[in-house]
């Protein structure tokens, strides 16, 4: 077979019949040799035998979720490519020569653009119109270098094959942005081709929560980018705190009347403390995200851990601590020529904050490099 039209399903008996009836006939005026597939999510509506009666093939998913059901459909698909959509009628299944045209010329995945193919009135929520959907897509399309201009559109086809071999695993709706992602990430040949979008045929409201589920894509859009999530903030807050801080100590920034002094300076330490520590998870995160193969290798990762070794890090560490511990030992023998009296606190500050700050990055460094060594153990073996 060369194609499967793929369906998740969960009580979709009002639409079902008619979607099968589409794909069907689809399959038959086309000549394309293939199959209905649904992936049934334990309806209690009938859909089940309302699919096997119209000559589709049912497989029966028990773990709830549309990721779950779909990637359940694509480990049972038999055909070299599958076309997945929605049981809701919102999707023409008669019409699918683009996404064919598109993986016959060797295309990995076709994802639809429902706003260049058109959207009926009332077929997408003004909130997911005008927000959701533009707003998720336009970070996708930012963190990770995609051109896609419609991350969530549900009716995509692809190479099974291909989509199998990303190891996709979101249980729920983030499936849809998983598959993006890790295509781009794994560098498949992805296109989009124009498709419409019709309000659906149901007469209860969709199993999409606009807030949740929102959220869940937010969500994996940002761990699965370790550079927008650690990396450039934390590079932001150093940049910034490292700045600030020479300037309190040459007691150069003010704003108007007010001058910045040592409490900023506190303040200023624990901003880069932060920002350290951050870009310190952004390699940590993308190293774990390699070993538990969930993320590519990437150049730039490696060359950072070629300088950023464990021994280097114990030594860039202990360097710091080092300079931290003397700084600590300057301000003690400071207080002991005072003959351990009453010091001016401003002063005394502007020596033990870096004092401290240092101690603190090198500990920070020294056992972050520690832990990079202890998650390479099975990279080695």
Known sequence: MELT???????????????????????QESGIIGEVLIADNGSTDGSQEIARSLGARVVEVPSRGYGNAL??????????????????????????????AALRSGSDLVMGNRFKGGIAPGAMPILHRYLGNPVLSFIGRLFFKSKIGDFHCG?????????????LHSGGMEFASEMVVKAELSS???MEVPTTLRQDGRSRPP????????????RFLLLYSPRWLFFY?????IFTSLLGGILIETDKLT??????GIDSLAVDAALLIIGVQAVLFSVLTHVYGEQA???????RVHSFRSVFSLESGVGIGSGLTLIGFALLVTAFVVWQHAGFSSLNVVSQMHLVIPAVTLLVLGVQIALSSTFMGILLIKHHD
Not at 207 to 218: A, F, K, P, S, Y
Request: aromatic content about 12%; hydrophobic content about 40%.
């Open 293 to 299: 193969g969930f993320l590519p290798p990437t150049k």
């Open 207 to 218: 199993h999409l929560r606009t807030w949740r589920d929102g959220w869940r894509h937010l």
């Open 71 to 100: 990637i359940a459909g694509i480990n049972a698909a038999e055909s070299e490519f599958i076309v997945m959509g929605d049981a809701d009628d919102s999707y023409d299944f008669s019409n699918l020569d683009s996404y064919m």
């Open 188 to 190: 498949l040949k992805i």
């Open 233 to 237: 903030p934390g590079l932001f807050l």
């Open 155 to 167: 009716l995509r086809g692809f190479r099974r094959e291909s989509i199998r071999d990303l190891s």
């Open 5 to 27: 039209i793929l369906m998740p399903c969960l009580n979709e008996a009002e639409t079902l019949a008619i979607c099968i009836t589409k794909a069907s006939g689809y399959l």
């Open 255 to 260: 704003l108007g009347n007010a001058r910045f």
